[in-house]
Nanobody, 125 residues
Framework: QVQLVESGGGLVQAGGSLRLSCAAS????????MGWFRQAPEKEREFVAA????????SYADSVKGRFTISRDNAKNTVYLQMNSLKPEDTAVYYC??????????????????WGQGTQVTVSS
């Protein structure tokens, strides 16, 4: 069973950048496909980005495409979410998630078995 811990959230002005990290332990990290999701107040949790176990395949929500980049370092058991050109509507709690994967990525939260506790990202206007 894998444990996930997110970090890197905080308060940033619109147009700024943040990099979120998600450190995994307790499993064979390069066996897991990873994803980032977010939940804004009074909204459903939504997909942000996903990456295959190898890092070759990635997928993004339309709302973040071109601004966010997901990557992973299997040697460090860590997945990252680089967020640029942040907007107030990006304000949310960001969660990373993991599941045993093949060569693909996964976009739906029901496809993930393991979740971190979340990290708050607040973008001021």
């Amino acid at each position: 069973q894998v444990q996930l811990v997110e970090s890197g959230g905080g308060l940033v002005q619109a147009g700024g950048s943040l990099r979120l990290s998600c450190a995994a332990s307790g499993g064979t990290f390069n066996s897991y496909a990873m994803g980032w999701f977010r939940q804004a107040p009074e909204k459903e949790r939504e997909f942000v980005a996903a990456i295959s176990w190898s890092g070759i395949s990635t997928s993004y929500a339309d709302s973040v495409k071109g601004r966010f980049t997901i990557s992973r370092d299997n040697a460090k058991n860590t997945v990252y979410l680089q967020m640029n050109s942040l907007k107030p509507e990006d304000t949310a709690v960001y969660y990373c998630a993991a599941r045993l994967g093949s060569g693909s990525y996964y976009r739906h939260e029901t496809q993930y078995a393991y979740w971190g506790q979340g990290t708050q990202v607040t973008v001021s206007s």
